[in-house]
């Protein structure tokens, strides 16, 4: 991946260099217009409020996650490289600001990375343990049933702005519409709708990108409660017309994810 040595010196800046992307993009693609249509990012996305979304992680790989549990990262198969015990990552939890003085950070001491993602079965998910829990952090729960699979989701994320561009010192937001999964297999015909589900604007112009994989797509549910519905996963570019984010679709990975955090301590 070229586009990382072009990224690097910012990378650093934030610990993290980006995870493999599922589809490869070209740096120079899109960039902000004089009127800046593209907007500040996740692409087309404003800054979050401190504490808007708790339960964010950014993870030193260069990608997203959530708090499942005090000790568990909840992110996606593509940014880790396999199941076993693992102290390389460190996760950044509780601000906003990657270099805030307030931020908390915890190294992973095991990953659990979803075996059927390597398989036909897909399913874009894994665990991160953390060598001690960060007691009483916010978690964001996942969904359990299809019944959130639809309306106008929230993305957020450290990462790219634009196709190609730097990851972000602050964390970034954007409401994106679900699409069904007869649409999105027009752009992905090999889309796995049984684990994915897509979302984006048909003009484009808002979306996640490189460095939000493994963040968490999440809605309010009946309750006004957050729920995460989906995983960063992939799509061609960022915030192109007729292609959709695609993520994975939580509501149909929950059994799985939740044996193993109950097997992790959560
Ligand atoms: N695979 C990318 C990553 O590793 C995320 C891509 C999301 N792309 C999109 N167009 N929604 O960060």
């Keep these: ?93 509780g601000a906003v600001d990657l270099q805030s003085s307030s931020r908390v950070t915890r190294t992973s001491k095991y990953v659990y990375r979803n075996p059927g993602y390597s398989t036909s079965a897909g399913g874009d998910w894994a665990l991160i343990q953390l060598s001690s829990p960060i007691t009483g952090a916010a978690k964001l729960p996942i969904a359990t049933s299809t019944a959130y699979d639809s309306g106008t989701f929230t993305i957020a994320g450290w990462g790219a702005a634009s196709e190609g561009g730097a990851q972000q010192r602050y964390l970034l937001k954007a409401q994106v519409p679900f699409v069904s999964d007869t649409s999105c297999k027009t752009p992905y015909p090999s889309l796995k709708a049984n684990v994915e589900i897509c979302a984006g604007y048909t003009q484009g112009g808002t979306d996640t990108c490189q460095g939000d994989s493994g963040g968490p797509m999440f809605r309010r549910d009946n309750a006004n409660n957050w729920v995460q519905v989906g995983i960063v996963s992939y799509g061609r570019g960022c915030a192109r017309p007729n292609y959709p984010g695609v993520y994975a679709q939580v509501s149909a990975l929950s059994s799985a994810i939740a044996a193993k955090a109950r097997e992790l301590g959560a």
């Design 1 to 93: 991946m070229s586009k990382l040595s072009t990224l690097r010196k910012v990378m650093a800046v934030i610990a993290g260099t980006v995870a493999a992307a599922a589809i490869a993009v070209p740096a120079s693609a899109a960039q902000p217009g004089p009127t800046g249509e593209y907007g500040p990012a996740v692409v087309g996305g404003t800054r979050a409020a401190q504490g808007e979304f708790p339960w964010m992680v950014r993870l030193s790989m260069g990608c997203g996650g959530a708090m499942y549990a005090d000790n568990l990262v909840l992110t996606a198969a593509h940014c880790v490289n396999g199941t076993g015990n693992n102290t390389s990552i460190t996760a950044t939890y």
